[in-house]
């Protein structure tokens, strides 16, 4: 009932940028936070960042400093504008909302992936 459609991915080399997007469509009334992850082959899916309802802004180590986590609510969409980018941030890059539908349940829903790959 709720589908988030991410664009943005892509093949960049070190030091270069990216910006991802992830939009939310369906019966929403409210979201209440969207996050970024990431999973790189062979390895555990991770949060990369997280936006609050109110814009409150949550970051893994590794990418402090060099990526940026945005909203549009009035879109119901999410951004993730990554800088500097090293060859291992090389992940797909999954997005994940949580909010109310207009049926009063709590949904959570994820996005189909996007590859990021940094390399020269």
């Known amino acids: 009932q709720v589908q988030l459609v991410e664009s943005g991915g892509g093949l960049v080399q070190p030091g270069g940028s990216l910006r991802l997007s992830c939009a939310a469509s369906?019966?929403?009334?409210?979201?209440?936070?969207m996050r970024w992850y990431r999973q790189a082959p062979g390895q555990q899916r991770e949060l990369v960042a997280h936006?609050?309802?109110?814009?409150?802004?949550n970051y893994v180590d590794s990418v402090k400093g060099r990526f940026t986590i945005s909203r549009d609510n009035a879109k119901n969409t999410v951004y993730l504008q990554m800088n500097s980018l090293k060859p291992e941030d090389t992940a797909v890059y999954y997005c994940?909302?949580?909010?109310?539908?207009?049926?009063?349940?709590?949904?959570?829903?994820w996005g189909q992936g996007t590859q990021v790959t940094v390399s020269s």
């Open positions: 936006v609050g309802s109110a814009g409150s802004t």
């Open positions: 994940n909302a949580v909010g109310l539908t207009t049926t009063k349940s709590i949904f959570d829903s």
């Open positions: 369906g019966s929403i009334i409210s979201i209440n936070f």
